[in-house]
Every structure is written in structure tokens, then in C-alpha cells.
């Protein structure tokens, strides 16, 4: 086989209405070229109106899974999104002390758009830990100070060391919308694309970390994996899909995935 399929290796919870969690991020592998595995740390009951109910697996039925796809495939990229509490992120921190050499794509899901909480209160400075050991991470404002990644309200404060490089997303929603990359290095690097409406748009955060960890895969440096992953959302945005609350949910497929 000349050009095998990148694979990627997805922890994430579940969205019932298929916009966000694991479903979207397959969406977005798909998009990418690249094969998605998938082992789900949660079921939620939700839409773009809010999430009802989450049912959080256990440490072992994660271990089970992640144990299942590392047997049978090799991953070239890893992303994670919610975690939930402190024995999942736990069982995910093991794994990838054992994974090192993979690529690992942290999105810290926090809270969903709709203000439900994702996180356990007791689970923060396990998840905080946890980032030390991606190779970059894609907070919001709001996942930002929950985690107090040395943000000062507009921004990151590096006169401390940051556990990763971090994009900071919508560092600025004024007729653009901008996201900051903050490399452990000190250097800052922003990305710009035109604002896309709606503004709040369901599942875009989980699309754009799993487009980094696809680009990255694929052999994207850090800038242009962000940079495609921005072009890739805002797409996917500009062909959002309608259901009864509105023109909420993103068209993946519609957006395309730039991966030269």
C-alpha cells in the first residue's frame, strides 16, 4: 500500500445528536482521509440546546477499550476530549506515560456551550496534569480559566511555564474570529479567519483538535495544522446542517479538508 490511511485514536464522550464528542470527531477523520478508533469515556443525552443527562463508563470499560484498538492498530495521532472525572483521566494519563511517542491532541471540555458541567469539580487539577503530556492543547477562554492556565483574562501570562503549547480559541470574536497559539517556546502565533455565523456553533471545538491531530498525523508541522484546522471548522460552519433549533450543527463532509 503506497499511502496508508493515517489512524487516529479518539477518548471522548458521546453526543446523541451527533454534532460534537466522538461523533464529530470521526466525522472530521473521515474528512481528513485519516482512519478513526474510538474508546468513549461517556454517553450524554444532549442536542444543541443542552446536554440532559451523562453516564460516565468506568476506569476498567475504558482500559477494556483502549486495550482492544492498541492491539489491533498502530496510531499515528491521538486526540481527547471529555473526560469527566479523576479515574478516567487517570486511566488516560497511564496510557499515554505508555504512548509517548503519539502525537496527543488535548481538548479540555470543561463545560458545553449550553453551560452543562463536563468536568468534575474534583477532576481539574488531574485534567491540569494531564496536559503535560500532549503535545498541544485547545482551550477556550472559559476552559482556560477554569484550568488557570496562567490567564490573566485576555490572555496567556508566560512567565510561567505552560504544560504544552496551547491554542487559545477565540482569543478575539470582532468581525474575525482569532486564536492565539502559545508554544512553550514563548513564541505567540495567531490565526485568523472571517466570523462565521452563528457565532456559537455546536461541536466546533471538538472538530478543530481532531483536525489538528489528522494534520498532524499526516505530517503537518504545528502552524499549518492549526491553520488548515481554522479553514477546516470555518467551512464546515459556512455549510452548517439545520435541525429544529436552527442552522447549529456543522457539515463536515461539505467543508472538505485541505491536507496538502
Known amino acids: 500500500m503506497k499511502n496508508p490511511k493515517k489512524n487516529i485514536l479518539i477518548i471522548a464522550g458521546s453526543d446523541s445528536v451527533g ?30 440546546s443542552g446536554v440532559s443527562a451523562v453516564m460516565p463508563v468506568t476506569p476498567e470499560f475504558l482500559n477494556a477499550q483502549l486495550e482492544a484498538v492498541c492491539a489491533e492498530l498502530k496510531f499515528d495521532a491521538v486526540k ?12 488516560v494519563k497511564a496510557w499515554l506515560e505508555q504512548n509517548q511517542g503519539i502525537s496527543a ?10 453551560g ?6 474534583g477532576a481539574i487539577n488531574a485534567l491540569k496534569e494531564l496536559l503535560s503530556l500532549a503535545r498541544i492543547a485547545t482551550p477556550n477562554l472559559d476552559e482556560a480559566r477554569i484550568l488557570g492556565l496562567n490567564f490573566d483574562g485576555e490572555r496567556l501570562n508566560l512567565s510561567a511555564d505552560l504544560p504544552c503549547d496551547v491554542v ?10 482569532e486564536d492565539t497559539l502559545y508554544k512553550k517556546s514563548g513564541e505567540i502565533v495567531k490565526f485568523n479567519e472571517p466570523l462565521e455565523q452563528p457565532t456559537i ?8 483538535a481532531t483536525a489538528i491531530a489528522c494534520a498532524l498525523a499526516c505530517g503537518a508541522d504545528e502552524i499549518t495544522a492549526i491553520r488548515r484546522a481554522k479553514a477546516f471548522v470555518a467551512n464546515a460552519i459556512k455549510n452548517a446542517h439545520g435541525s429544529n433549533f436552527g442552522v447549529r450543527l456543522l457539515d463536515h463532509k461539505a467543508a472538505g479538508a485541505n491536507r496538502g
Open 19 to 48: 454534532g460534537a464528542g466522538v461523533q464529530a470527531d470521526i466525522k472530521t477523520c473521515e474528512a481528513y482521509g485519516c482512519y478513526s478508533a474510538t474508546a468513549i469515556t461517556a454517553l450524554t443525552a444532549q442536542n444543541t
Open 80 to 91: 481527547i476530549g471529555m473526560l469527566f472525572n479523576e479515574q478516567l483521566i487517570a486511566c
Open 105 to 114: 491532541v488535548i481538548d479540555p471540555v470543561c463545560v458545553a456551550k449550553s
Open 116 to 121: 452543562a458541567k463536563l468536568l468534575q469539580e
Open 168 to 177: 487559545l480559541k477565540r482569543t478575539r470574536t470582532s468581525k474575525i474570529c
Open 201 to 208: 456553533m455546536h461541536g466546533a471545538g471538538c472538530s478543530f
